[in-house]
């Protein structure tokens, strides 16, 4: 314990030079030689993406990893080629944000580059059920698989899960029916 004014600035002065020397250690993981601040460094983007049903009336979710790093897309998407028929996995490398049934996107997290391949084999890992299993799947639970194994793994944050449900939380589910025409006509309108 310090008794001096002098012997309490020496003693803060050696606390400050200790925390400065383990900020330096921190920044310099984050911060590689060249100087470049980590903002800067590659990273990827996860997202959870919306399109229109490409047959029947459920939307189809996929999952996206955009690497900055070299510049490429790939795209995890559950799917069924006919109703009722086999689930398979189809893996694509574009940005599904292109896609003309595209709907909408959510960003879940950014990642660092080296992870990117982590995240590409918890994708391949999820299982996709057979229909013969008697399990009601939609591509919507691929998205949520993939979603609770990163956050198990640590790689996103339940506040992260929970602002992408909410986000898209209005495509969760059957894609409403429109309203035919002639049910419209049938309608009250204000001025009557």
Known sequence: MPTTRSQARTAASTHDRRIAKRHHRTTSILRPSSGRRRSELPYATLYAVVSEPTQGNRYLWSFAVFDERPIIWHTYEAKQDTPGGQWRLNIHQYDP?????????????????EWVEMVDEI???????NPEAGLQYYSENYIEDVCQTLLNRGIIEVSEFQNMSYGLGNYSGAQEQDVGSENREALPSIED
């Open 97 to 113: 944000r292109l896609a003309p049934n595209y709907l909408a996107s959510a960003v879940l997290t950014r990642i660092p580059t």
């Open 123 to 129: 994708c391949r890992a999820i299982p996709v059920p």
